[in-house]
T-cell receptor
Framework: AQSVTQPDIHITVSEGASLELRCNYS??????LFWYVQSPGQGLQLLLK??????LVQGIKGFEAEFKRSQSSFNLRKPSVHWSDAAEYFC???????????????FGQGTTLQVKP | NAGVMQNPRHLVRRRGQEARLRCSPM?????VYWYRQLPEEGLKFMVY????????ESGMPKERFSAEFPKEGPSILRIQQVVRGDSAAYFC???????????FGPGTRLTVL
C-alpha cells in the first residue's frame, strides 16, 4: 500500500539557519510528490510539486525539494529560515494516473517547525 | 478569482445531531476531494466527487457519513448522529481534473460535545 513517512514530528531551528525536512514514500512507481504548509487554524498551501523532469524543484517562499528515486525520498530544504516559516509541513503523494486512479493524495503525519529567534 | 470556500468555518454539535459541511470549489473546477484531519495527525482522504457522481469513497466510514456534489450548488459532506470521535478538521480541495493540482479550502473545524 502507498504510504508517506515524515520521520521528524517536531523540528526547531534558529532563524537564519538552514532547514531540511525529510519525506520518504512507499509506492510502486514514481508518484506525484507535493509539499504543503499549514499555518495554525488555516488550510493547506502548496509549496512545490514534482511530476517529472528535473529532480530539483523550486517552490514558493524560497523552498526547494529534491526527488531521489533511489532513496524514495523528497526532502524539503530552505537555506535560511525566517520566523514566519514556523508552521506545520506536510509531504504528500498522488497517483500519477492510469485506469481507476483518482488522484487522491496520501499525506504524511506532518512535521511541526519551530523557529527560535 | 476566489479560492475554495468552506462553511461554516467552525461547527459545534452535540452527540446525535447532524453536521452538514459545505464546499464551493474554485471557479471552473468540477472535481472535489474531502479530507479529514484528526488532532495531531495528517490529512486522510475520504471521498472524491465530480459533478453528480461519487468517484471514489474508499476513505469514507461505512456508516453515518455521506457526500454529494449536485449539478448546482456546493458539495456537501453530511455526518449523521455525530459522535465525539468525529471531532476533526474537514478540508475540501478542488481541481480541474483527477491529476491536476488540488487547491484546499480553509477547512471546517467540527467539535462534538
Amino acid at each position: 500500500a502507498q504510504s508517506v513517512t515524515q520521520p521528524d514530528i517536531h523540528i526547531t531551528v534558529s532563524e537564519g539557519a538552514s532547514l531540511e525536512l525529510r519525506c520518504n514514500y512507499s509506492y510502486g512507481a514514481t508518484p506525484y510528490l507535493f509539499w504543503y504548509v499549514q499555518s495554525p487554524g488555516q488550510g493547506l498551501q502548496l509549496l512545490l510539486k514534482y511530476f517529472s523532469g528535473d529532480t530539483l524543484v523550486q517552490g514558493i517562499k524560497g523552498f526547494e525539494a529534491e526527488f531521489k528515486r533511489s532513496q524514495s525520498s523528497f526532502n524539503l530544504r530552505k537555506p535560511s529560515v525566517h520566523w514566519s516559516d514556523a508552521a506545520e509541513y506536510f509531504c504528500a503523494v498522488g497517483d500519477p494516473g492510469g485506469s481507476g486512479n483518482t488522484g487522491k493524495l496520501i499525506f504524511g503525519q506532518g512535521t511541526t517547525l519551530q523557529v527560535k529567534p | 478569482n476566489a479560492g475554495v470556500m468552506q462553511n461554516p468555518r467552525h461547527l459545534v454539535r452535540r452527540r446525535g445531531q447532524e453536521a452538514r459541511l459545505r464546499c464551493s470549489p474554485m471557479k471552473g473546477h468540477s472535481h472535489v476531494y474531502w479530507y479529514r484531519q484528526l488532532p495531531e495527525e495528517g490529512l486522510k482522504f475520504m471521498v472524491y466527487l465530480q459533478k453528480e457522481n461519487i468517484i471514489d469513497e474508499s476513505g469514507m466510514p461505512k456508516e453515518r457519513f455521506s457526500a454529494e456534489f449536485p449539478k448546482e450548488g456546493p458539495s456537501i459532506l453530511r455526518i449523521q448522529q455525530v459522535v465525539r470521535g468525529d471531532s476533526a478538521a474537514y478540508f475540501c480541495a478542488s481541481s480541474l481534473g483527477p491529476h491536476n493540482e488540488q487547491f484546499f479550502g480553509p477547512g471546517t473545524r467540527l467539535t462534538v460535545l
